[in-house]
């Protein structure tokens, strides 16, 4: 493998509005591109919004997604790609020819799709169903894969997306800043993002507290360095719906280190150069070599009913 130039995006996009959000990742792409970036990775429905949906029905919901990779967003996505020579991920909501509706994240070049991950667990809308399979794919040489923000609170997912060959992991989330039960959890009030140029302070406060940043950094580089792999995090800035969303999109490397993070409110990416010599020096590898399945084998084939909860949907059962 050579090294890979990464861009991670964040922006603040508007809900059902995929013309103007499709207008903001051609322009960032465009402008990832004049700097010589390979991969330019958006965030979860980047192309659609996200916490809108939750108040959507079936019907509703059909209207705003569509095919993969024969919907015109998929079709748009590849022209922009083909457009400026680079690899652009990207999420938006997906029905197929059964109308059954899915939460996907893709991956496209100039030729075509590449990749698609369909999210397995979602839970913005009643309607959607979950993805079945892990997602592996291969990018200028490198292994990756791609999990979607909830799926990668459940590390299992994580660790079998790495024992499947991945280098690198896509982590699209639309995250923080909501209500958990988590200390120190909750909403950012959006007056705070509408005085940011009068007040940064208040508002950076907030971001990069326990609503935010500081929870994120408590897990985040942990997946990164428990499993010696490149981490991808991208995640909106602004508002998402009615929801404030605090953006911080960053690249890790395999030893759980920031290599470049967007550190402002603007839409906006920063890039990292990714060396394949990270992959074997890092902890993690020594550690996934020294495994013993035989130990935990049963204990994690064990028979188990998922149940998912998030808080904030549910404020009433909290």
Request: net charge negative.
């Amino acid at each position: 493998m050579d090294k890979l130039k990464i861009a991670t995006a964040q922006f603040e996009h508007k809900s059902a509005d995929k013309d103007y959000n499709l207008a903001v990742i051609e322009r960032l792409a465009r402008e990832a591109a004049s700097q010589g970036v390979d991969v330019i990775a958006f965030h979860e429905c980047s192309i659609t919004g996200y916490t809108f949906a939750r108040n959507l029905d079936q019907q509703q919901m059909l209207a705003i997604a569509e095919l993969v990779p024969h919907g015109e967003s998929t079709r748009q996505l590849i022209a922009i790609a083909a457009k400026y020579d680079i690899i652009i991920l990207a999420g938006l909501f997906e029905k197929d020819e059964s109308d059954n509706l899915y939460k996907p994240y893709i991956c496209v070049d100039k030729n075509g799709l590449i990749a698609k991950h369909r999210k397995l667990h979602p839970f913005i809308n009643p309607h959607l169903t979950a993805g079945q399979n892990y997602t592996i794919f291969e990018i200028k040489g490198w292994k990756c894969g791609i999990l979607i923000c909830y799926d990668n609170n459940v590390i299992e997912n994580v660790r079998a997306t790495k024992l499947l060959g991945a280098d690198m992991i896509f982590m699209p989330h639309v995250t923080m800043c909501t209500p958990s039960s988590r200390p120190g959890a909750g909403f950012v009030d959006p007056q705070l993002w509408q005085n940011r140029e009068n007040d940064p302070t208040s508002l950076r406060l907030e971001f990069d507290g326990m609503k935010g940043r500081s929870w994120l950094m408590k897990w985040l580089p942990a997946r990164a360095y428990d499993n010696a792999v490149y981490v991808v995090f991208s995640n909106p800035i602004g508002m998402d719906d009615n929801q404030l969303k605090n953006g911080c999109s960053m690249v890790l490397d395999p030893f759980g280190d920031i290599l470049a993070e967007c550190q402002t409110f603007d839409d906006s990416f920063v890039t990292a150069i990714l060396t394949p010599e990270k992959l074997i020096k890092a902890g993690g590898h020594r550690y996934i070599n020294a495994r013993r399945p035989d130990l935990y084998r049963e204990i994690l084939s064990q028979q188990h009913e998922p149940s998912q909860k998030v808080v904030w949907l549910h404020p009433d059962n909290s």
